[in-house]
């Protein structure tokens, strides 16, 4: 059963940085691409960064472009968010998903229906 474990949340000033991990169990998934997503109170869940099953390839939202960067660690099971010069807007809980096709040819598939618990980021002005 897959199992995804997000942590490194908190609360920060705008302009600060926080790291976010997120430990997954229960697939081989240095096979799988990892993404983020993040939901804001009231607001539908959406797509923040991913990074493809080899770590060579990188995606993410426009509005985090030079800001956040997703990278994988294949041996722990575990990929990252840094989150530099953080703004209010990225208030929300952040979640870590993966993908449901393995070795894809692009930065990533289609994603999978698992979800953990998510890690709270937020940010005050």
């Known amino acids: 059963q897959v199992q995804l474990v997000e942590s490194g949340g908190g609360l920060v000033q705008a302009g600060g940085s926080l790291r976010l991990s997120c430990a997954a169990s229960g697939r081989t998934f240095s096979a799988y691409a990892m993404g983020w997503f993040r939901q804001a109170p009231g607001k539908e869940r959406k797509f923040v960064a991913a990074?493809?099953?080899?770590?060579?390839?990188?995606s993410y939202t426009d509005s985090v472009k030079g800001r956040f960067t997703i990278s994988r660690d294949n041996a722990k099971n575990t990929v990252y968010l840094q989150m530099n010069s953080l703004k209010p807007e990225d208030t929300a809980v952040y979640y870590c998903?993966?993908?449901?096709?393995?070795?894809?040819?692009?930065?990533?598939?289609?994603?999978?229906?698992?979800w953990g618990q998510g890690t709270q980021v937020t940010v005050s002005s």
């Open positions: 990074i493809n099953w080899s770590g060579v390839r990188t």
């Open positions: 998903a993966v993908d449901r096709i393995p070795y894809y040819s692009g930065t990533y598939g289609s994603w999978d229906d698992y």
